[in-house]
């Protein structure tokens, strides 16, 4: 948890006016994360926010559901598909240049309808002692081959597997897409039901890689440094280093945009962009953050980070219907 109450520096005027507003924001971030930036952020300010929890794509078809009669003011989601599906229904309001401006590429949407507010990346976690005698594969679709053979776990009903399938897609297209699915299935991979238990069956031996996301491992490393499990990337721009986001834009329905743009400001804040990296092990987005130790450098990422618009990962519905049609839902 963040040390201190953050301090926004805030006119007089803008201190008046705060304190005769609130906020509706839908998050698809979990309540025990980011309750307690939600709470800094009305001590700084004097903004009442009620938080709407749930899941992202849930919450992003509510406002499509609901229309002018939504009372969101900020969608907060877990992933870049869902602010993508909101963009092109043109449900976002367009952003100042104050807040996209000089933001890497990576974290941000190319209409400036959105902003990332924390980064994640796809790595392949490993056991270093029972791998040590294989190579490692320079892509994800080298996990096809029979040297991977029952040793590879994933999680297919989860969101960040569902993104990054959809990243496939986009990128290599329906056929690729649909033929490293039906191989990784031919070749006894191992389902899970999350990336947290999938880091664990690592260590316990059930498996000896997972395709997951790189703040998991962090965690348990975090508390026990001698974990036997590592992490790694791909080779640079493998689809399987897909970089995707949290991130959060106002709703073009908002009778409060300028407290939802002083909302945005915060979660871009240097203390709270500190509290995403330092305690939930995500990449901070604004220059001058560095990334916690335990992470990869931000120049190691955007090297091995696909060049990939965040914005067209909205179709999970062609997603799941692929992971139907092969069996995995």
Do not use: C, K
């Not at 971030?29 to 849930?58: M, W």
């Not at 078809?61 to 599906?85: K, N, T, Y």
């Amino acid at each position: 948890m963040l040390a201190r109450v953050v301090t926004i520096a805030l006119s007089l005027s803008l201190v008046g006016f705060a304190l005769a507003q609130s906020l509706t924001v839908y998050s698809g971030r979990g309540e025990a994360l980011v309750q307690p930036l939600v709470e800094q952020f009305t001590a700084a300010t004097g903004i009442e926010v009620n938080v709407r929890y749930g899941g992202t794509a849930e919450l992003a078809v509510l406002i499509l559901e609901e229309g002018r009669a939504s009372p969101a003011d900020v969608f907060w989601g877990q992933d870049a598909g869902a602010l993508g599906a909101l963009s092109r229904a043109q449900r976002l309001t367009a952003l100042d240049a104050d807040v996209t401006g000089g933001l890497p590429g990576i974290y941000t949407s190319r209409n400036d309808l959105w902003v990332a507010t924390s980064g994640r990346a796809r790595v392949l976690a490993y056991s270093p002692e029972r791998t040590a005698d294989t190579p490692w594969p320079a892509s994800v679709f080298d996990l096809t081959d029979p040297a991977y053979r029952s040793r590879v776990a994933w999680a297919p009903t989860n969101g960040s597997f569902q993104a990054f399938v959809t990243a496939m897609r986009v990128v290599h297209g329906e056929s690729a897409t649909e033929a490293w699915l039906r191989g990784m299935i031919a070749n006894d991979v191992q389902a899970y039901r999350n990336n947290t238990t999938m880091v664990e069956a690592i260590a316990a031996g059930e498996v000896d890689y997972a395709i997951t996301n790189n703040y998991y491992l962090l965690r348990y490393l975090a508390n026990d440094p001698s974990y036997p499990v590592a992490q790694g990337f791909f080779e640079d721009a493998d689809i399987g280093n897909l970089v995707n986001v949290a991130g959060a834009g106002i709703v073009n329905t908002s009778s409060n945009v300028e407290a939802a743009r002083q909302f945005l400001a915060f979660l871009l804040s240097a203390e709270a962009q500190t509290y995403f990296t330092n305690e939930v092990y995500e990449y901070p987005v604004v220059p001058g953050v560095e990334p916690s130790e335990a992470l990869a450098s931000f120049d190691a990422l955007l090297a091995a980070s696909p060049d990939v618009d965040l914005d067209v990962l909205e179709d999970l519905e062609g997603t799941l219907e692929l992971l139907r049609e092969v069996g995995l839902l």
